[in-house]
């Protein structure tokens, strides 16, 4: 008999507490989380120490962190089998970065594309945060020896650095870290507000009718949804160019039901916007309702939660230590007695 233990690979993703989470979130991470834990071992976190880039009312913070948390156990997380944690209660996170800044390049990380972005977003708070964020994401990656990351589009050039950061460490000093590779799921929808449908969905967005939250009452999901932005005339034809709006229903549609854009346009198509609207609502209510419950049950038990945090919070920090006592070696560092 073969006893050899075929070891799973290695899966890293966090979400940044800086706001409630939204269908996108859902969409773009939990759902093909649920679909890759079997096969992988996973690492979720809870990046507050990403979320505290941008401005947060503490209080809120504090709150939010372990409402993800919550939250990805209700959207089907299997606690007993993934890792859950809050980025903060593993130290080795800063520790690693600190690191890794000193072997990151400043136009290396002047050159990343979400930087420029969110320091015009954000003009009146463009910190050195923000500037290394990249390299805390490198850190929370390599601590792990993750084989893959579940990204968007919009970070692979984190990845980049992410192996980039990883390939010269080795060579540097002998092998210490898995080079990671981005992991595009297939399924990736990415959700689109739903008051600028060219603009993302995100949860930081001031104008709460254009994001569906995971805890929004049914009545809440229906009427933002009704009053969702479409586009002139009536065809229901996934074409995000020309028809930015009523794709963006499509995509919610299709998460909640399955159904392939060309099953939805044969079904609605001709039939005007009021009542695919009308059945979009119907169906994203559906969806969320059973997680907002089970997140709220989650949430009722603080005994249990605390519990959850703590055992995830071990489990990770076990692996990190591993890592990052191997780097405090390689670059000189004493250990102590
Ligand atoms: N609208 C979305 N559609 C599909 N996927 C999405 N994700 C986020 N929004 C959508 C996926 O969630 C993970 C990371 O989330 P994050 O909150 O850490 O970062 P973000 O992408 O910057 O999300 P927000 O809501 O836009 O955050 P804020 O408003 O705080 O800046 C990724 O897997 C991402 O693809």
Redesign the pocket.
């Known amino acids: 008999m073969n006893t050899e233990k075929i070891s799973k690979k290695i899966i890293l993703?966090?979400?940044?507490a800086?706001?409630d989470l939204?269908i996108?979130?859902y969409?773009?991470?939990m759902k093909n989380w649920v679909q890759l834990q079997d096969d992988y071992e996973c690492y979720f976190m809870v990046?507050d120490m990403?979320?505290i880039t941008?401005r947060q009312v503490p209080a809120d913070l504090r709150r939010r962190s372990v409402d993800v948390v919550a939250m990805y156990a209700a959207c089907g997380i299997n606690t007993d089998q993934s890792t859950l944690f809050i980025q903060s209660h593993v130290p080795e996170h800063a520790q690693l970065a600190w690191v890794l800044n000193c072997f990151t390049g400043f136009g290396e990380a002047q050159r990343m594309t979400q930087f420029k972005d969110k320091s015009q977003q954000h003009s009146e708070n463009v910190n050195v945060g923000l500037f290394s964020y990249p390299v805390l994401m490198a850190a929370d990656i390599l601590l792990y020896q993750a084989d893959l990351v579940?990204?968007?589009e919009?970070?692979k050039q984190h990845i980049e650095l992410t192996r980039n950061l990883a390939e010269r460490f080795n060579h540097l000093y002998s092998p210490t870290f898995a080079v990671p590779d981005p992991f595009i799921p297939k399924e990736?929808?990415?959700?689109?507000s739903l008051q600028e449908p060219r603009k993302?969905?995100?949860?930081?967005?001031p104008n709460q009718n254009s994001c569906i939250f995971l805890h929004d009452a049914d009545a809440v999901i229906k009427n933002k949804i009704k009053r969702a932005v479409t586009d002139s005339g009536t065809d229901i034809i996934y074409d995000t160019e020309q028809r930015p709006g009523i794709s963006n229903l499509m995509s919610l549609y299709h998460v909640a039901t399955g159904k392939s854009m060309q099953e939805i346009s044969d079904e609605f198509n001709g039939r005007g916007y009021a009542p695919f609207k009308e059945a979009v609502a119907e169906a994203v209510a559906e969806l969320i309702s059973p997680i907002r419950n089970r997140f709220e049950e989650i949430r009722s038990n603080p005994d249990e939660l605390s519990a959850l945090l703590k055992s995830g919070a071990d489990k990770a920090r076990r692996q990190a230590f591993k890592t990052l006592r191997k780097v405090y070696k390689k670059v000189g560092f004493v250990e102590p007695s």
């Open positions: 993703s966090g979400i940044q800086s706001g939204t996108g979130h969409a773009g991470a990046a990403h979320a941008t579940p990204v968007g919009d970070q990736g929808a990415r959700i689109m993302k969905m995100s949860k930081s967005d």
